[in-house]
């Protein structure tokens, strides 16, 4: 009886670790799925055919109960992340806009190949043209395509 018992739980426990923790699997599922056959077919074969349908009706209930109270939504949140982003994406929108080319800007970072420069007021994401620039170089804007910003360096350095 003892067995059955165990096999039950190990079954129930293993079909829930399938469908909450490591769903995709399959294999988990399978393993719990044979244990809870197993307990089944043990109770059938040593207590005969009513303890066997009890224990196969005692395995599918409780299986549906645990799952039911196992995909409830306050069991979700408990296990799922609840922050929200707030940050928008890196582009600056209209100051954007008011870059041209030919601008001259300072780099804040090292550009290798992408790195910080201000232009104006405003910091940018930029892309140098060729290799790398250090940073506190002067560099100008050369083209401006799908909200990136190629540089290189200024001729006045």
Known sequence: MGL?????????ILIVAEVILI??????GLIGLGCTIGACYLA??????TSGWIVSMA???TCIVVLLLTLRSK???KMTLSTTLTDTAATNGAAEEALFIGQSGQTLSRINPMGKAQFGDDTFEVIAQDGWIDAQTIVEIIRIEDHKIYVKPSKSN
């Open 59 to 61: 395995n599918i209930a």
């Open 4 to 12: 059955i018992i165990l096999l039950s739980i190990l079954g129930l």
């Open 23 to 28: 769903p995709g699997i399959f294999v988990t």
């Open 44 to 49: 059938f074969d040593a207590f005969g055919a």
């Open 75 to 77: 069991t979700w949140k």
